[in-house]
C-alpha cells in the first residue's frame, strides 16, 4: 500500500486507543506488603494507585487491545494498516518481536511491523519514526503503540521502585494525507535524543547476551530527577523554535508520567500553565512507553483534547533517551 508522492505529506492522527489491566494496586495495597506509606509515595511522586497484568495478559495481549481500541475509533480495519510499530521494554519474547505479534492477532498478513526499544521515550520515538515513513509516501498509515509490562521487570522487595510502576498499553493511528487535506494538522516537528554514558542511572540488570535473565529494574532516583528536566526543556525548546511557536500556543502539554515533581518542575521552566498540562501519573504510575498514548487517551476522551488543539507530548526514558513531538490534533 502506497501513496502519492505528489506534493507534502503530513502524518494526521486519525484514531487514539487505550487498555488498562482490570486489577488496580493502591498505595494502601502496597503499605501492607511494604516499609512505605500512601504519604510518603504521593508526596514523593504523585503515583496514588496502579494497574497490573495478570499473569495470562503479555504485552502483545495489552497492545493488540489498544490496537483494537483504536481501529474502532478510527473506523478502520486491519486492512486499511500497512504499518505498526510498537514502541516496548518488556516483550513477550526476545524475539520474534511484539509488533508481529499484534499484527497475527489482528490478521494482518501485509505491510511491516516491527518493535521500537528507547524504554519511556519510546512512544515519542516512535511517532517520529512513523512520521518518516509516512512522509516519504511509503505507507499510508501507522499504528503506533506503547505496551509495557512493566511489573514483570520490578524488584517487588526495593520500595524506591516497585512503587513506580504500571502495566497498560496506547495506541495512535497516523494517516499520511497531503498538507492540502491536512489543513495545517499532524506532526509539525520532532527531537530525538540520546546519551549512552548514564546507564547506570536506570537500567535493568539482566539480559540474554549478559546474565542470560531478565533481570530486574535498577534505578539512581536524585540522578535521573537531576537530569530530567533539563533534558526535557532541551527537546521541548527545539520543538518551539522548529515551528516558530512558544508555550502561550500550546493547548496541552503531555508529558512523560513518571513523576508529578519532574512534570510540575518541566511545566515550570518551559513557562507552561498548569491548566494546560495533562498529568495522570496518580491514577497509571509510570507505564514507560505506554503513558503518554494512555494519557491522550485520558485528555481526548475527556473532552480537553480536540481537533485543531496544539499538543506537545515529550518523554525521557533510561540510557539517556529523551525526545519531544508537536501535534497539530
Known sequence: MTVSTEG??????????????KRIVSNADLEKVLETSDEWIVQRTGIRQRHIASEDEPTSKLGVNAATAALNDAGLTEADIDL????????????PSVATQVQAALGMTHGAAFDLQAVCSGFVFAVATADKFLRSGSHKRALVIGAETFSRLLDWTDRTTCVLFGDGAGALILEAQPDSAAMGRGVLTSHLRSDGRHREALYVNGGPSSTKTTGVLRMAGREVFRHAVGMVSDVVTEA?????????DLDWFVPHQANRRIIDASAEKLKIAPHKVVTTVD???????ASIPLALCVA?????????????????????????ALIRW
Open 8 to 21: 507534502k505529506l503530513s502524518s494526521v492522527v486519525v484514531g487514539l486507543g487505550s487498555y488498562l489491566p
Open 84 to 95: 505498526i510499530i510498537v514502541a516496548t521494554s518488556t516483550p513477550d519474547f526476545t524475539f
Open 240 to 248: 518551539f523554535a522548529a515551528t516558530g511557536t512558544t508555550a502561550a
Open 283 to 289: 491514577l497509571h504510575a509510570n507505564t514507560s512507553a
Open 300 to 324: 481526548r476522551d475527556d473532552g480537553r483534547i480536540k481537533r485543531g488543539d496544539l499538543v506537545m507530548i515529550e518523554a525521557m526514558g533510561g540510557g539517556f533517551t529523551w525526545a519531544s
